[in-house]
């Protein structure tokens, strides 16, 4: 079946430090990809999204880039704020099927000033 | 309102008790969702509602019982519930179950004394 393997966590950075989280995935097909960022207190919110191979999702600085080849879809910026402490899930959709999306276990970043 | 909102954001309630979640969307979507959230847990799939069917029950208690009475609403019913069922109980909707993305909505913080 689908799955998602995201890199453990907790990831601690200094302010401005580039950022890389990595994500890896099983499926069949030609699935849509997510990153979505959980800030404390509150639900998940989407972050970005690739709907199809070398497409690249951007938004707030972070980007990341559907890669069939490697199956990844690695979340990065280039410099980070204290503001970018979250949790981040990578999260895949199956395009066939009846099958919701499938998360990872969310990787918790903490950006020290 | 716009997007996905839960009520109430916090709920106590002691193990004899009856209470319910609210979750509504405002998006037009035909799915939506029920996740359960606990601390150093991965996000947990409970329930999935399509065009207000139930398609997804992934082996959850009984005394979980979630309603579906038209496409912007859903409900999780309480009862009788235990302490390690407290979680954070996120609502998600999307426009079908395959293929697209989820919304998130702010959680209900639930706390079973």
């Known amino acids: 079946g689908n799955s998602v393997t995201q890199m453990e966590g907790p990831v601690t950075l200094s302010e401005e430090a580039f950022l890389t989280i990595n994500c890896t995935y099983t499926a069949t097909g030609y699935p849509s990809l997510f990153w979505y960022v959980q800030y404390p207190g509150e639900g998940l919110q989407l972050l970005l999204k690739a709907t199809k191979a070398d497409d690249k999702g951007s938004n707030k600085g972070f980007e990341a880039t559907y890669r069939k080849e490697t199956t990844s879809f690695h979340l990065e910026k280039g410099s980070v704020q204290v503001s970018d402490s979250a949790v981040y899930f990578c999260?895949?959709?199956?395009?066939?099927?009846?099958?919701?999306?499938?998360f990872g276990k969310g990787t918790r970043l903490s950006v020290i000033a | 309102e716009t997007g996905v909102t839960q009520t109430p954001r916090h709920l106590v309630m002691g193990m004899t008790n009856k209470k319910s979640l609210k979750c509504e969307q405002h998006l037009g979507h035909n799915a939506m969702y029920w996740y359960k959230q606990s601390a150093k847990k991965p996000l947990e799939l409970m329930f999935v509602y399509s065009l207000e069917e139930r398609v997804e029950n992934n082996s959850v208690p009984s005394r979980f019982s979630p309603e579906c009475p038209n496409s912007s609403h859903l409900f999780l019913h309480l009862h009788t519930l235990q302490p390690e069922d407290s979680a954070l109980y996120l609502c998600a909707s999307s426009q079908l179950t395959a293929g697209y993305e989820q919304y998130f909505g702010p959680g209900t913080r639930l706390t079973v004394t």
């Open positions: 999260a895949l959709a199956s395009n066939s099927g009846n099958t919701p999306l499938v």
